[in-house]
């Protein structure tokens, strides 16, 4: 069927295109935002576009690379308090729910960096330690013990994997983000209950029978 669309009055339309990985980074409920009308608490909205408009200018002036950067940044922060107009079934997470998927998705990507800590993973989402903290406490655990768990689960697969047969334990270990062999075996025996050594043989073993 033909249509016909009267616009009375001209428009611009913008696009800004952030990379997916760093959108979902900063912005834990990204899919519920997808193609939806989204609503900002506080004034908000105002600021978001104020910000993309500086973005745009930024960008035309062929600056972006010394000064966009952290503006993008700071404008997915506000979208992480973003919210649709029409809410999913199901009790509308907290803040602390939000920013607790932020900081587990934010471990999943970065476990393997020895460096890893809650002050580094603070400064990269722009939060304080305490929050990072805060945002684990409901579940009887901390950033840590997960990021802790990431590492370990991450060894064992590798561990599992017939194609890395080749690498030492401790070139897993370090992969994994450990940066001490006799570490990794000892937090890898008190999790499993067996050295890597012997997890990995059982692994093949059970996989030759």
Same mark, same amino acid.
């Given at each position: ?7 009375? %009055?001209? @428009? #611009? ?7 997916? *990985? ?6 834990? /409920? ?8 989204? !609503? =900002? ?19 035309? *002036?062929?600056?972006?690379? +010394? ?27 907290? /803040?602390?729910?939000?920013?607790? !998927?932020? &900081? ?5 990507? /970065?476990?393997?960096?020895p460096d890893l800590s809650i002050a580094s993973i603070a400064s990269s989402l722009k939060l304080s330690p305490r929050y990072v903290q805060m945002a684990f406490r409901s579940e009887r655990t901390t950033p840590s ?8 689960? *991450? ?18 270990? @370090? ?7 006799? %570490?990794?075996? !000892?937090? =890898?025996? /008190? #999790?499993?209950? &067996? ?6 043989? +059982?692994? %093949? ?5």
């Amino acid at each position: 069927m033909a249509t016909e669309w009267r616009v009375p %009055h001209e @428009f #611009t339309t913008s696009c800004l295109i952030i990379d997916n *990985a760093l959108f979902n980074e900063h912005v834990p /409920h990204a899919a519920d935002l997808l193609g939806r009308r989204l !609503s =900002f608490p506080f004034g908000l909205d105002a600021i978001l576009r104020a910000m993309f408009e500086s973005a745009w200018a930024i960008t035309c *002036a062929g600056q972006f690379a +010394d000064l966009g950067i952290p503006v993008v940044r700071a404008m997915l922060q506000i979208l992480s308090a973003a919210r649709p107009e029409v809410q999913a079934q199901g009790p509308r997470r907290t /803040h602390l729910e939000i920013r607790r !998927s932020q &900081v587990r998705r934010f471990i999943e990507r /970065h476990y393997a960096r020895p460096d890893l800590s809650i002050a580094s993973i603070a400064s990269s989402l722009k939060l304080s330690p305490r929050y990072v903290q805060m945002a684990f406490r409901s579940e009887r655990t901390t950033p840590s013990e997960y990021l802790r768990h990431c590492r370990l689960a *991450a060894s064992a697969q590798l561990l599992c994997d017939p194609e890395q047969g080749a690498r030492t334990i401790t070139e897993i270990a @370090f992969a994994c983000g450990f940066n001490s062999a006799a %570490h990794f075996s !000892s937090e =890898f025996k /008190h #999790t499993y209950g &067996v050295s890597p050594r012997d997890f990995r043989f +059982d692994a %093949h073993r059970r996989r030759d029978v």
